[in-house]
Antibody, heavy 122, light 106 residues
Framework: EVQLVESGGGLLQPGRSLRLSCAAS????????MHWVRQAPGKGLEWVSG????????GYADSVKGRFTISRDNAKNSLYLQMNSLRAEDTALYYC???????????????WGKGTTVTVSS | EIVLTQSPATLSLSPGERATLSCRAS??????LAWYQQKPGQAPRLLIY???NRATGIPARFSGSGSGTDFTLTISSLEPEDFAVYYC????????FGPGTKVDIK
């Protein structure tokens, strides 16, 4: 079964840092680009960041550029999101998602985890 | 930056009725558009990609059309499980989602 399981969310104060993880199973993780997508409470979906299969291509939404860093460890079938200088507006459910096509990213997401919640509040 | 607009914001229909959802891009995205369904408390599910291709396992009652700036998701006959929020997403640059259309029961 193809599965993505996020972890690492929590409650923290503005300005602090947090690292999210996503454990993948059931597919050839190192063949696929991966993404982080977030959803603030009661709001829509916002793509946060994406990384190609070999980490050669990385992108960020303008809202997180310079503060968040995406990375992956193909040997561990894991995706990460390092979040620094957190703000109240980063409060959201963070989903890990798999790209639809191996090797060449299509930037469509066909498998999603259940998400991990990040709350930034003083 | 490309902006996606979805209409209507809410669509109230009865089971068995046809649903037509619109997504408009502020500039051409070619056919690089997807549709997702999200039910309360669940992750989104990919329905359609490249404007008209159904994702794996998606029922035939879901269809997508359009290119350039105007796109449509059609649900031919609403089933009870289809009442949800639907998002369009473009990938011409980095992925960007529209604000969503809620399909609720009339």
């Amino acid at each position: 079964e193809v599965q993505l399981v996020e972890s690492g969310g929590g409650l923290l104060q503005p300005g602090r840092s947090l690292r999210l993880s996503c454990a993948a199973s059931g597919f050839m993780f190192d063949d696929y680009a991966m993404h982080w997508v977030r959803q603030a409470p009661g709001k829509g979906l916002e793509w946060v960041s994406g990384i190609s299969w070999n980490s050669g291509s990385i992108g960020y939404a303008d809202s997180v550029k310079g503060r968040f860093t995406i990375s992956r460890d193909n040997a561990k079938n894991s995706l990460y999101l390092q979040m620094n200088s957190l703000r109240a507006e980063d409060t959201a459910l963070y989903y890990c998602a798999k790209d639809i096509q191996p090797m060449v990213p299509r930037y469509y997401m066909d498998v999603w985890g259940k998400g991990t919640t990040v709350t930034v509040s003083s | 930056e490309i902006v996606l607009t979805q209409s209507p914001a809410t669509l109230s229909l009865s089971p068995g009725e046809r649903a037509t959802l619109s997504c408009r891009a502020s500039q051409s995205v070619s056919s690089y558009l997807a549709w997702y369904q999200q039910k309360p408390g669940q992750a989104p599910r990919l329905l359609i990609y490249d404007a008209s291709n159904r994702a794996t396992g998606i029922p035939a009652r879901f269809s997508g059309s359009g290119s350039g700036t105007d796109f449509t998701l059609t649900i031919s006959s609403l089933e009870p499980e289809d009442f949800a929020v639907y998002y369009c997403q473009q990938r011409s640059n980095w992925p960007l989602f529209g604000p969503g259309t809620k399909v609720d029961i009339k």
